[in-house]
């Protein structure tokens, strides 16, 4: 909702990352609300029928997962599986200028190695030609059954750890919600005023290229926030059996069923809804329109935007044999200059990149550098070889970045290729078959 507001009130498009796994439930019902969800599921109605069949497919056999899905609005980021939520934002703000990706990395998954390496990334957002990334690390205390690391830390040690990493971290905090809600929309102004001007000032004619410090938000608010405080005697609120299903038994105990009623009217609905289960016409306009919406936006759904490649004649790069066993050639050699020409040829559409882990020279892949860089954000030295503000070419040390990278980039209606080692490619198995199902 906070996004929402900045959406109307800057007339942004904004694309929503949710990372955290059991976060899906805040996409489906704010997509629901702003009538996105409807207009691709009709038999999910604005109205009573439409609420009932709503809740009654969430999470159950033949209807959708509790995670974001392909099948979500506005969706491109999978959340079964932890990691991958801020990667997957850079690559979709890569080449996209006017984009912002509000990122949600929940704290949990800040507790893995891909997401803690994908802080990383802003050493590779060139904030002239490339969108903006909004990480939101949700603290909220818990995982499944123990507390998360970044929640315990105290502020001046989490402050200093992301201004390491090149962030401005701004912190939310508190338990009471409606202060929390205008500290949240303060906050949220904040950051959108500072990523208006790092790029109005990256978009000028002076600037001298060097990386800015990007503002970040920490949240940190109760886990199972505005649920029952107790159940049985035992802590729920702000505490890890608030995970999954605080009230567990509200089919066959009375008592139990009493304070899921209890806590579901706490929400007093009928200040939401009409006689009918619709959305009070004041509220549902409180939500951006059209393509605006959150899951209606192109960006979430790449096929829209995409556009195809233009290809050279790869019968140009064939090998002149002119009698057998005298021509020595490479394959991947061949590959590198035939992608060096798909690089020449798509320069201005800025809709091609190429990502591998410091291997595109030692994979036979650079002839690519007669027409582009690596792109670099950090220190350039003058006896550096191919780095650059501006470049096609991406490498980090991490197979997981380069194939989150290029899975955001892809989503979001773009083209590219990862190389990396057979040996290695097995690292990213799972990741791979996770965006064949977001593509899906």
Known sequence: MHLNRVIKERDTDVLYICGPGHGGPAMVANTYLEGSYSEIYPEISQDES????????????????????????????????????????????????????ACVVGDGEAETGPLAAAWHSNKFLNPKVD?????????????????????????????????????????????DPVPMHRAMADTLDRAMDSIREIQLQAR???????????????????????????????????????????????????????????????????ELFDGDGRLLPELALLAPDGDKRMGALPHANGGVLKKDLVLPDWKSLAVDVHRPGETIA????????????????????????????????????????????????????PYDVHLAREGRVMEILSEHLCQGWLEGYLLTGRHGLFSCYEAFIHIVDSMVNLSNGIQS
Do not use: C
Request: aromatic share 10%; charged share 25%.
């Open 204 to 270: 000028a004619e002076d600037w001298s290229g060097e990386r800015p410090r990007w503002p970040m938000i920490v949240l940190r608010s109760p886990k199972g926030w505005t649920g029952p405080k107790e159940v049985d005697g035992k802590k729920v609120e702000d505490f890890w059996r608030s995970h999954q299903v605080p009230v567990s038994n509200a089919r066959g105990d009375a008592a139990h069923r009493q304070i899921l009623e209890d806590w579901l009217r706490s929400y007093r609905p009928q």
């Open 330 to 381: 490479e394959a991947t050699r061949l590959m590198g200059a035939y992608l060096r020409e798909v690089l020449r040829l798509n320069a201005e559409a800025r809709n091609f990149r190429l990502m591998g882990p410091d291997e595109t020279a030692s994979n036979r892949l650079d002839a690519v550098f007669e027409v582009t860089d690596r792109v670099w954000m950090e220190t350039i030295e």
């Open 131 to 175: 969108g903006a990334v909004l990480p939101i690390l949700h603290l909220n205390g818990y995982k499944i059954a123990n507390p998360t690391l970044l929640a315990r830390m105290p502020n001046a040690e989490l402050r200093d750890l992301f201004r390491g990493y090149g962030y401005e971290p701004l912190f939310v905090e508190g338990q």
């Open 50 to 101: 439409g609420l009932r069949k709503l809740f009654r497919q969430f999470s159950f056999p033949g209807g959708i997962p509790s995670h974001v899905a392909p099948e979500t609005p506005g969706s491109i980021h999978e959340g079964g599986e932890l990691g991958y939520a801020l990667v997957h934002a850079f690559g979709a703000a890569f080449d996209n200028p006017d984009l912002i990706v």
